[in-house]
């Protein structure tokens, strides 16, 4: 036996998965920003930011990479998936830059004036704009990975999925989840879910969740409301991306009575969901 044989090498990440993996990446920079309060003593944390986002920019640039690898014809929606992923890369490292002046402006003010206490002028701006610049940019990712899918679908189709078996409602929860549009809270014994993408019961999320393809990550994303405490974040599981993925070659639902606006707005939540 030779010692290739001896070991399973993974085969790399798919550009669709990657894509995924990157809307993922994004919602945690996203919320951790959120929940960031920033203070004339904030520096180093500034630093670590600034270099969260260069990550995500780096991490773009890899999946565009990945895209071309691929030798996919070029077709419109490859074209405007590729170029959608190039924005995600530019805003991130914009992102990035305006952390690091942030950074920058924080430090200079602390040396000056070392009883400073609040935000110096200047940075809570960057810091404003870095949030914004890659608000919007996993639901980008995840449009991004539908259109490379379907096109990678239609030349190399496969008979099964990692979404086979699962309902209709469980579907759209996924996708849901996939844009980092769904979060849960506990008020006065009760839980709700909030969802961009419309009313998403507790039930769905919670099957979901047993059959291993989300799970909460408690008090990561930002609160409901100004002052109140912070929520639970779905993501997907490697499990839960692998059919998120398959998800994305599905032919486009027939738009629902209620259907997600194309570009939500940041803080827009559904009412409480029931339990089911």
Known sequence: ???????????PPTPVQRLLALAGDITRHNDALSLFRPTAASGPALGAHADSAAQLAHAALTAVQAVHDQQLYASADLIDATVRIKQIAYLSGEAARHL????????AAALANP???????????QFQLAQELTAL???????SATGIARETHRRRPSATT????????ELSALHAVARGHVVMARSQGREYVHSRDGSIRIGTLRSLESKGLIVRAPAT?????????????LRLTVRGAAAAAALQ?????APASAAAPAMPAAH???????SR
Do not use: I
């Not at 827009?268 to 029931?274: D, E, Q, S, V, Y």
């Open 1 to 11: 036996m030779t010692d290739d044989l001896l070991f399973d090498v993974p085969e």
């Open 100 to 107: 690091a002046e942030a950074q920058a402006t924080v430090t």
């Open 115 to 125: 009883e400073l206490t609040g935000l110096p002028d200047g940075a809570a701006e």
């Open 137 to 143: 940019a996993p639901q980008a990712a995840v449009e």
């Open 162 to 169: 990692a979404a086979d078996g699962l309902a209709t409602a």
């Open 221 to 233: 994303a930002p609160p409901a409301f100004q002052g109140g405490p912070a929520q639970d974040r």
């Open 249 to 253: 070659t599905l032919p486009p639902a």
């Open 268 to 274: 827009t939540t559904t009412g409480p969901a029931r």
